[in-house]
């Protein structure tokens, strides 16, 4: 997949306010593959929404999102589900973690579905991002700041085509930022995947291709 | 993993409800499909050579008929009647012997003698298969059918009574009897061999092909009109034919009827039986839908995140349709345990009742057990599959 079209498209919700001032909703959007988006939003602006269409759990919209010009609505199950294990990655902003599994569980739970990365790489980051000590833990013992950063890892942990980060600093302090941000920038030129960051104050500080207010 | 995560809330106590009460139902159910089966040929066996939609008719006798010396034959003009009847298949006489017949055997020593008479039917009413039902000119042989109740007399009256051994069926076959058959001033022996034992026909049956025979050789060639005929129905329970018969005064041989009702009433009595296991089945069936639907209920965000992760519903289904799968199946196999040792308690006692009953198998059991089986666990994987599409879609 190399483009993701958004066609005047628009929350149900909002169809009925007037005056929508937006560089996203009912307007012609292309999200390219190899660039990155940062959406900066309000809250309540349907920052979320616009995630959850995109990744096709929810269908509460006006307009079109196609990916390659295929409108999105004419996808099957079997096609969602193959494309979350081969082209869309998401971190949701509510994380969608097992309480009740460890962080290294969580994480090889994706894992063992793509095969995509090896226990070694998964093990540097969890270093890197300062969590190697949570490794063994139940993640309904842990921060949600630490929860964040499994999650970003889970989100690797598979090919893209883009990956969309739902806030994904919002509990994280500068320095971790940073060093979600590098990895990222890693990843992105080894996969070459586009990325769309969203955010309602903290920004992931990447150098971003373009910059959207929702 | 799938697994660690998706065993949180499975609820032993009510799975074990459901076991119990699926074990219940299936014993229920596969029990009585096993007695039935058991059972069955125990009234229905007997009368390998006569088929069960044959009637035998014969007229009322009564004391002022005998007094007026009235014919208790059938006329040519009744039976074509009765060959009319929409009921009939096809009609055909019982020929009396007309010659004398004697018949003796020799048991321990000791000669038992009597007079017989011998009766046919045309050979398409006896059942072809019969083993030796067969005769011709020149032979010295005649396969002859005798009731049951003439060797039961013998056994448990006669025998008893004179400290004669019993004779069981089987023996009885190969006991050759002495004939001898006299008219027109003729006699002459030959030997008779019992090649069936019939509960419906009280008469000593031989083939038409000898009768045709010795009455040309020693009959005095008179017609005589038959005294009873055989009738093959299309339906031995159509009312009409009990109408019919009431109006012109006929008469059934009853036997048949009585083994009738029988069956009828372990039918009905295995049909209660069946649907009170049917039932109790049903009903752990539901129990066990309940408590997968809560259980899938308690896990929907679990399960919603697994689907939101890249786990297809095919996927996310699986370890709840194994589990079920693999309850059901213990059922199965439990129930099947189960019948096959009550089965062995009643078979026993079953064999002292009909020695003559031919052991069965525990195959309709099994097939009914599996025909269960698969049923409930299609449905099963079915109805959790369709709970899993509906957390797709968020409903």
Not at chain 1, 7 to 20: H, K, M, N, S, W
Not at chain 1, 129 to 138: E, F, R, S, V
Request: glycine fraction near 8%.
């Amino acid at each position: 997949m190399n483009t993701i079209e958004l066609q005047q498209t628009l929350p149900e919700v909002f169809a009925g306010r007037d005056g929508i001032v937006s560089d996203i909703w009912h307007r012609q959007v292309a999200f390219q593959k190899e660039k990155s988006y940062l959406i900066e939003a309000a809250s309540g602006t349907g920052k979320s929404s616009l995630c959850s269409f995109v990744y096709g759990y929810r269908q509460d919209y006006q307009g079109i999102i196609a990916f390659d010009g295929t409108n999105v609505r004419k996808l099957h199950v079997a096609d969602w589900v193959e494309l979350r294990k081969r082209s869309l990655s998401m971190l949701f902003q509510e994380l969608r973690l097992f309480a009740e599994l460890t962080a290294w569980e969580n994480v090889k739970l994706k894992n063992n579905l793509t095969g995509f990365r090896d226990k070694k790489e998964i093990r540097r980051w969890f270093e890197e991002l300062g969590i190697a000590d949570k490794w063994d833990q139940p993640i309904g013992r842990m921060s949600f700041g630490q929860q964040q950063r499994v999650a970003f890892i889970r989100a690797l942990c598979q090919p893209a085509d883009f990956i969309f980060l739902d806030e994904p600093v919002s509990h994280l302090d500068d320095g971790n930022g940073r060093l979600m941000a590098r990895i990222l920038t890693e990843e992105a030129a080894k996969q070459g995947f586009g990325i769309v960051v969203t955010s309602i104050g903290k920004h992931l500080p990447l150098e971003y291709d373009a910059v959207m207010q929702l | 993993m799938i697994w660690k995560l998706l065993k949180q809330h499975v609820s032993v106590s009510q799975l074990t409800g459901f076991f119990l009460a699926n074990l219940c139902g299936m014993v229920i159910v596969l029990l009585s499909v096993q007695f039935y089966s058991d059972v069955l040929p125990a009234f229905t066996a007997g009368d390998s050579f006569l088929k069960k939609d044959y009637i035998i008719v014969s007229k009322r006798v009564s004391t002022l008929g005998s007094a007026v010396g009235q014919n208790t034959g059938f006329t040519e003009a009744e039976v074509s009647d009765l060959k009319t009847q929409p009921f009939t298949e096809r009609v055909g006489e019982f020929r009396p012997a007309q010659f004398k017949v004697s018949a003796g055997m020799g048991l321990e020593g000791m000669q038992l003698s009597t007079a017989m008479f011998f009766e046919s039917v045309p050979d398409g009413f006896v059942d072809v298969n019969l083993d030796g039902w067969h005769f011709e000119p020149g032979m010295q042989e005649i396969p002859i059918v005798i009731p049951r109740n003439y060797l039961n007399l013998y056994n448990f009256g006669f025998a008893q009574s004179r400290n004669m051994p019993q004779i069981s069926e089987g023996m009885m076959g190969m006991m050759p009897l002495d004939i001898r058959l006299s008219g027109r001033g003729q006699v002459s022996r030959m030997q008779g061999r019992i090649v069936g034992f019939s509960d419906r026909l009280n008469t000593i049956l031989v083939p038409e092909s000898f009768l045709e025979w010795a009455n040309s050789q020693y009959g005095e060639g008179v017609k005589e009109e038959p005294s009873r005929l055989i009738l093959e129905v299309k339906n031995p329970a159509d009312d009409r034919i009990a109408k019919y018969f009431k109006d012109k005064g006929y008469e059934t041989e009853n036997d048949k009827l009585d083994a009738g009702k029988t069956t009828w009433f372990l039918k009905v009595i295995v049909g209660i039986v069946l649907s009170v296991g049917l039932l109790i089945s049903v009903l752990s069936f539901y129990l066990l839908m309940l408590s997968i639907y809560l259980l899938l209920q308690k896990n929907t965000t679990k399960l919603e995140n697994l689907l939101l992760i890249g786990y297809s519903p095919a996927k996310v289904a699986a370890p709840y349709q194994g589990l079920t799968a693999t309850l059901n199946a213990f059922v199965f196999i439990l129930a099947l345990v189960a019948v096959v040792l009550v089965r062995n308690a009643y078979l026993d006692r079953l064999t002292q009742l009909f020695p003559s009953l031919e052991a069965g198998s525990v195959w309709p059991a099994c097939v009914a057990g599996a025909v269960l089986f698969v049923i409930v666990s299609l449905l099963n994987i079915f109805a959790i599959r369709k709970k899993i599409d509906k957390i797709w879609y968020r409903r």
